[in-house]
RNA sequence: GGUGGGUUGGCCGAGAGGCGAGGCAACGGACUGCAAAUCCGUGUACACGGGUUCAAAUCCCGUACCCACCUCCA
């Protein structure tokens, strides 16, 4: 069974075929540094996240580009609102990406080129197109220089759109464009409004890279002229990816193989825009759940499929995940650790090569559990470590092995020792129990179970001996 | 106007002609001093109306409602 990815131009499944075997090039369009990350961002870059751990666990030697665009118009109005350095507010927001994707241990790219660090690539990208006749500098002076739409007869194959149906872009300023939907390549400083620190000198005046056009450059810089697969949110089909299509081809180069999008996911049926506040920025969710559970919620969805996000289908997807974690703990308990080296099982491998059904995959992964209970139960330390190395091996291709380095935080590293000092704390008093047990005393064994409770603490009999947890639940201090 | 997607049980969420994915919740049973955890069992869901077929949630036609994109939103 091959690895087999739907692909936005042709609307279909088709198998995967690199263009090089054993290995992949992707280029993921990341963000637009302009805002704080919430779960919308965050979901591309976990689905994408999964893609790439997927190819590498199938075997292949995957270069993994995501871009930061970390100038536009949105960036610039936003410094001068703050009035602060339009760079000072992307690399703010950049820094706090990247602490919200480590959060949810979304992999760092292969590399994570910026847009502003790229301006000769795409100087010369623009050029090519110049020459090949495919682009022109406005006509109003303004120093902008425009994709030519009507020059390059398949603008529109990704989204199977023809020019003369689209709306005519509603730009405030059409300035010196032949067609409304030419769009802008380089943008011409405008030195009543903007600020020098946003241009760059080039053969057409200063100025600064149009969106679109960092990408084409980048992927090509660090995948080369053809690649496999480029990838990103919905929503940038059109324009976005569109535009980058066109202006690559139309410099002669092949592009992208295949092209994924990620569906939405939205809070009350609305896009989630900056003016629903701060509810599903990543630290505030990070609140009510961990990371890993945050993840799971995400995976739990196929890629393509819309989320409608909530706060009580995110406890629940927690709980669920929950059930998985138990079961490694407890089977860690009885065999120990185990080695590296799980199968994956045979349901799990056919959903991740089915487009990545991650929601068939994790199903895969609870019926292992299902089975590792049983062997639990039953005593049988053999099959029992067979099933906790396959589910870790299954929940490591998807990011979500709790074992994994990534979710290491500062404050878990604290954890130990918390734990320790709490279990010579509650050691005594589980020693007074079973002493009360022992003498049949159930008053007095579950009065010292309820006080260990009301300290946040849940105590389970096994036939091990008692043992203690933290109790699940929101930390709002109630 | 153009392009694309959706509507599945109490809830989340897969599937895409024929055996009820999986999880959460609920209920019953086993286990337990009681619990918890775990296991076993319990559900006849696919927006609506037609049609094709031996067989339709899945294909076709129609209807309703919802959503996304159409030039700087993941």
């Given at each position: 069974m091959t690895l087999r990815l739907h692909d936005t131009a042709t609307r279909d499944v088709r198998d995967f075929v690199p263009l090089e075997a054993g290995k992949a090039g992707i280029y993921v369009c990341g963000l637009t540094v302009q805002s704080e990350p919430h779960i919308g961002h965050v979901r591309s870059a976990v689905n994408f996240d999964v893609l790439r751990r997927w190819l590498t666990a199938s075997g292949y030697d995957v270069t993994f580009i995501r871009n930061v665009t970390d100038i536009d118009d949105k960036i610039l109005a936003r410094g001068e609102a703050q009035g602060r350095p339009w760079f000072e507010i992307a690399y703010r927001m950049r820094r706090e990406l990247d602490r919200a994707l480590d959060a949810i241990n979304v992999l760092p790219p292969t590399y994570e080129p910026a847009a502003t660090g790229h301006v000769p690539e795409i100087l010369e990208l623009i050029g090519q197109l110049v020459t090949r006749g495919h682009a022109y500098r406005a006509?109003?002076?303004?120093?902008d220089v425009y994709f030519d739409?009507?020059?390059?007869?398949?603008?529109g194959e990704l989204t199977r759109q023809r020019v003369d149906d689209m709306?005519?872009?509603?730009?405030a300023d059409p300035r010196g464009?032949?067609?409304?939907?030419d769009f802008a390549l380089w943008k011409g400083w405008k030195k009543a409004l903007e600020?020098?620190?946003?241009a760059w000198p080039s053969p057409y005046g200063p100025g600064r890279p149009g969106w679109h056009i960092e990408c084409s450059a980048m992927a090509a810089k660090y995948l080369g002229p053809a690649f496999d697969i480029h990838g990103g949110g919905?929503?940038?089909?059109?324009p976005h990816h569109e535009n980058e299509m066109a202006q690559s081809r139309a410099a002669g180069q092949p592009f992208a193989s295949y092209w994924l999008h990620n569906a939405w996911i939205t809070t009350a049926g609305e896009k989630?825009?900056?003016?629903?506040?701060?509810?599903?920025?990543i630290p505030s969710v990070l609140t009510r759940v961990r990371g890993i559970e945050l993840r799971y919620y995400m995976v739990?969805?196929?890629?393509r499929s819309h989320v409608e996000f909530s706060f009580e289908a995110l406890d629940e997807a927690a709980r669920s995940f929950r059930r998985i974690e138990s079961f490694l703990d407890r089977a860690e308990d009885a065999v120990g650790e185990v080695p590296r080296d799980g199968m994956l099982c045979a349901d799990f491998v056919a959903a991740m090569d089915d487009d990545l059904g991650t929601p068939a995959a994790i199903a895969a992964i609870h019926e292992v559990v299902t089975e590792g209970n049983k062997h639990l139960t039953a005593g049988n330390r053999t099959a029992l470590r067979g099933s906790l190395a396959s589910v870790l091996a299954m929940l490591d291709v998807l990011g979500l092995?709790?074992?994994?380095?990534?979710?290491?935080?500062v404050a878990a590293s604290s954890d130990g020792r918390l734990s320790s000092a709490v279990d010579a704390l509650v050691a005594g008093l589980l020693e007074e129990r079973s002493v009360a047990r022992a003498e049949k005393d159930w008053a007095r064994a579950d009065e010292i179970r309820d006080r260990i409770a009301a300290a946040g603490i849940i105590v389970e009999d096994t036939p091990d001996g008692p043992k203690w947890s933290l109790a699940e639940g929101k930390e709002d201090g109630s």
């Amino acid at each position: 069974m091959t690895l087999r990815l739907h692909d936005t131009a042709t609307r279909d499944v088709r198998d995967f075929v690199p263009l090089e075997a054993g290995k992949a090039g992707i280029y993921v369009c990341g963000l637009t540094v302009q805002s704080e990350p919430h779960i919308g961002h965050v979901r591309s870059a976990v689905n994408f996240d999964v893609l790439r751990r997927w190819l590498t666990a199938s075997g292949y030697d995957v270069t993994f580009i995501r871009n930061v665009t970390d100038i536009d118009d949105k960036i610039l109005a936003r410094g001068e609102a703050q009035g602060r350095p339009w760079f000072e507010i992307a690399y703010r927001m950049r820094r706090e990406l990247d602490r919200a994707l480590d959060a949810i241990n979304v992999l760092p790219p292969t590399y994570e080129p910026a847009a502003t660090g790229h301006v000769p690539e795409i100087l010369e990208l623009i050029g090519q197109l110049v020459t090949r006749g495919h682009a022109y500098r406005a006509e109003d002076g303004s120093g902008d220089v425009y994709f030519d739409v009507r020059s390059w007869p398949s603008y529109g194959e990704l989204t199977r759109q023809r020019v003369d149906d689209m709306e005519p872009a509603e730009d405030a300023d059409p300035r010196g464009k032949r067609d409304p939907r030419d769009f802008a390549l380089w943008k011409g400083w405008k030195k009543a409004l903007e600020p020098e620190t946003a241009a760059w000198p080039s053969p057409y005046g200063p100025g600064r890279p149009g969106w679109h056009i960092e990408c084409s450059a980048m992927a090509a810089k660090y995948l080369g002229p053809a690649f496999d697969i480029h990838g990103g949110g919905v929503d940038l089909r059109f324009p976005h990816h569109e535009n980058e299509m066109a202006q690559s081809r139309a410099a002669g180069q092949p592009f992208a193989s295949y092209w994924l999008h990620n569906a939405w996911i939205t809070t009350a049926g609305e896009k989630m825009s900056k003016s629903l506040g701060n509810s599903m920025l990543i630290p505030s969710v990070l609140t009510r759940v961990r990371g890993i559970e945050l993840r799971y919620y995400m995976v739990f969805a196929h890629y393509r499929s819309h989320v409608e996000f909530s706060f009580e289908a995110l406890d629940e997807a927690a709980r669920s995940f929950r059930r998985i974690e138990s079961f490694l703990d407890r089977a860690e308990d009885a065999v120990g650790e185990v080695p590296r080296d799980g199968m994956l099982c045979a349901d799990f491998v056919a959903a991740m090569d089915d487009d990545l059904g991650t929601p068939a995959a994790i199903a895969a992964i609870h019926e292992v559990v299902t089975e590792g209970n049983k062997h639990l139960t039953a005593g049988n330390r053999t099959a029992l470590r067979g099933s906790l190395a396959s589910v870790l091996a299954m929940l490591d291709v998807l990011g979500l092995d709790p074992h994994d380095p990534g979710w290491e935080t500062v404050a878990a590293s604290s954890d130990g020792r918390l734990s320790s000092a709490v279990d010579a704390l509650v050691a005594g008093l589980l020693e007074e129990r079973s002493v009360a047990r022992a003498e049949k005393d159930w008053a007095r064994a579950d009065e010292i179970r309820d006080r260990i409770a009301a300290a946040g603490i849940i105590v389970e009999d096994t036939p091990d001996g008692p043992k203690w947890s933290l109790a699940e639940g929101k930390e709002d201090g109630s």
